[in-house]
């Protein structure tokens, strides 16, 4: 049978089971839902909006018997091409946005894929409870997609990443099976860990349906604090001092010249011209806690030679410290059309020699390259621009990408610490897995997936040889 | 080939492999590796103790291509019969003891899979540092063995369990072939995240020969608080209302009447004869926030009913409380000879729940039970002694068992939190996970081990329908 006349087939099987409305196929509805937020796109063929687990369940069972590949979605603000669909269907999961349960007693929610980052956080706000992962797109991104990455943010360094907090998952198998497991405890040794497996397998294992997340009690305060520095490398350098004291931030991010300059463009928050890079950290606790952890952190900071450290005085100010860290990408997206956005992550005390490195990198191949991430967490986004047009320019910049790569690795690190690798990174999986790892996990991927149509050319793909 | 003739050549071949000195076969040698802390017991016949991974991979793939089953073990503290050999080849890991690395700059240590996790947890203090999973075996159980059973204990509210500080593994497939995964950070998105599905995999996956542990600082100072109720339900009352108040102890560890009494006799430690419930709670952090915490927690208790609370104040008194919650266990074993070992979670706040339906099964089935457990994380021991000549009574334990199990299921929870699931609560697998579940996790397991030779007997074994 013809692809089309399946397709067509397909079609009229899927809006059978989630109704008429919520199918499309048509370009001008499906282009919308080509693109995340990379620089790169995909059409698919058909775009199903299931509303319940049957009806996901339902969904991949026909598209599984038809043969015809599928990729889940959430809000698709992914930075490494893992929801873009290779044509066939994509199974969008935004209608399942409910909160199912916030249970205060028990300490854990249970949450439909589509809900929110900072819907739940905000949610658990309100009972004095706190959801700590925070990927800087928290106000768009969904949970669903946060387990499927794993995604982590400015909080992993004291309170871990998504992984950490997922107690339990329903999700269905490309065969349309519906499975439960975890549950909700934090002790839970019962069979093995699936949920685990799932968070971080980037959407080619199964499709979340139901997530019970663990909450904790909120702290009682919070301290922001600013500090510049004349040098990246000092930033760097205040990040070991704080390991070696034994301080806990609850965050503590960096951005460097180019990334100062590129968001006091674009917000005009009045930050020195002259910086080189600068940190906003934040600490919690109970209220005396949080006071002294800021002291130190700032008193930290001016030791590694910090030419500025302020703390918030009001919530006012922390909000717009924090504006400026979390709207770089943003930012940066708007200098030049191509934005490449590297996620790599080394151990902590590697963290002065990435910076070198990364420096060396940008001076050698002349890029416009802007640093910024998650300093104590040794998770730096170096973010590339370049005009796609400029051959020579690209060339450089596929250079300099596949540079920082083998930095990374060289030091201890990895390939990719919270954006997952999906398609971008697919090509370069190689170097940081060995061939026994990866011929181990795709054998796993086809225990779930043994035709191969969840999520294809994600992770796994051919390999660069650059 | 005839069993006997098979066995003999593959103790010829590990003798090669590891030397003479550490392979075993007579009984006065394989014996005392028949034994864990459970009353099961399960006699090797070959025990072969490797000095390197690579010997560790040599070995599985003599055994794999002799076809004759391997099970793994650390030091054979295990609670669920995980480490008992079902014949075939013990493989003893307690020779790879060494710690590799104690990385202060990066917050990570490098282990062998023998070293005993006290020794960890001492050598991190050394350096300001702190390894947070504390099994109450600490002193004897090994890290190999702590990861398999994904071991907890007293701090898993606050901190976690050994999953949350996994960071890599080196770890040989049953064919003998290494594989490494994960890494040096927290956040890794590389692959899937199979250090965390070998983790509470109890050795039916594969043989962790190298772990890389994340560590955290040691905060400054720690209260260790005693209070002592009536009623176990005010003790149970006062964790409900430690979790309202938003509270986060390190540890809050409880003890019923019959615990109390059970360990008074065999560390005479004074405690009120007339306790029905004590608990044993840990804050820590700065010196200023430990005492504050350590004064909400007196208070709390206070209000819910205790009957007297102290606060440790010297580091021997500290100990003293410590100490007896956690000689409950060989208390127990002194008083008759047959004693199991339950292990349940539940949601915090079905935890009253769970306490009234532990009272009433003991009660209606007239059994002598003792229930201990780490209260914040719901995660209780409910212990049953019993003469094993006594068939009456041992059926009434049989059936309390099954009753404990249904009781902890119905209420949202766990068969097991923290001692996993191995021979003895294999039967029961499929009272907590569905059909579909197991399937899929018995496929993965095929992945790993088409043959089946690794552990077998553990967790997946035949349906008890009782």
């Not at 009229?12 to 499309?24: A, E, M, P, S, W």
């Not at 698709?76 to 994509?90: D, E, F």
């Not at 997609?145 to 950490?164: L, M, P, Q, S």
């Not at 930012?331 to 590297?342: D, I, N, S, Y």
Request: proline fraction near 5%.
């Amino acid at each position: 049978m013809g692809n089309k006349r399946r397709l067509e087939r397909l079609q009229r099987r899927l809006q059978q089971i989630v109704g008429h409305d919520f199918v499309f196929s048509c370009p001008e509805d499906t282009i919308p839902y080509s693109f995340d937020a990379t620089y790169a796109e995909g059409r698919p063929e058909i775009v199903v909006l299931p509303g319940t687990a049957a009806e996901v369940a339902a969904v991949l069972a026909a598209a599984y018997e038809e043969e015809v590949p599928l990729t889940p979605r959430g809000a698709g603000t992914g930075l490494s091409g893992g929801a873009l669909a290779v044509g066939g269907v994509l199974l969008v999961l935004t209608r399942m946005h409910r909160i199912l349960e916030l249970n205060k007693q028990s300490l854990y929610a249970v949450v439909e894929p589509g809900v929110v980052t900072a819907e739940l956080q905000r949610a658990a706000a309100r009972k004095r409870l706190f959801y700590p992962p925070d990927p800087s797109s928290a106000e768009v991104c969904t949970i669903g997609g946060n387990i499927a990455e794993n995604a982590g943010g400015a909080h992993g360094f004291k309170y871990g990443v998504t992984r950490d907090y997922l107690l339990g998952l329903e999700f269905a198998l490309p065969s349309g099976e519906l499975i439960t497991t975890g549950g909700y405890t934090v002790k839970n040794v019962t069979g093995y860990d699936l949920s685990r497996l799932l968070c971080g397998s980037e959407g080619t294992l199964g499709v979340i349906t139901k997530a019970v997340l663990r909450l904790i009690p909120a702290p009682e305060a919070r301290r922001t604090i600013l500090a510049v520095f004349a040098a990246f490398e000092a930033a760097a350098e205040a990040v070991s001092r704080i390991i070696d004291a034994g301080v806990v931030p609850a965050a503590f991010e960096i951005m460097d010249r180019a990334a100062v300059r590129c968001v006091e463009r674009y917000l005009r928050l009045g930050l020195p011209a002259n910086t080189a890079a600068f940190i906003v950290a934040e600490t919690d606790g109970y209220e005396d806690t949080a006071a002294r952890l800021a002291r130190e952190v700032a008193a930290l900071c001016r030791k590694a030679g910090a030419q500025e450290v302020r703390v918030a005085q009001t919530s006012a100010e922390a909000e717009a410290f924090w504006r400026a860290r979390r709207s770089v990408s943003a930012a940066l997206a708007r200098l030049k059309p191509f934005k490449v956005g590297e996620d790599i992550a080394v151990p902590l005390g590697r963290m002065p020699e990435l910076v070198n490195r990364l420096q060396a990198i940008r001076e050698q191949e002349n890029i416009d390259m802007v640093v910024f991430g998650h300093a104590a967490d040794g998770n730096l986004h170096p973010n590339i621009i370049a005009n796609p047009r400029d051959g020579e320019e690209m060339k450089r910049v596929r250079r300099a990408m596949v540079r920082i790569f083998d930095a990374a690795l060289e030091l201890g690190g990895t390939l990719s610490g919270e954006h997952g690798i999906g398609t971008l990174k697919a090509p370069y999986l190689h170097r940081a897995l060995s061939p026994a790892a990866a011929d181990l996990m795709q054998r796993i991927k086809a225990v779930f997936d043994p035709k191969g149509l969840l999520n294809p050319g994600k992770i796994w793909a051919d390999r660069d040889e650059t």
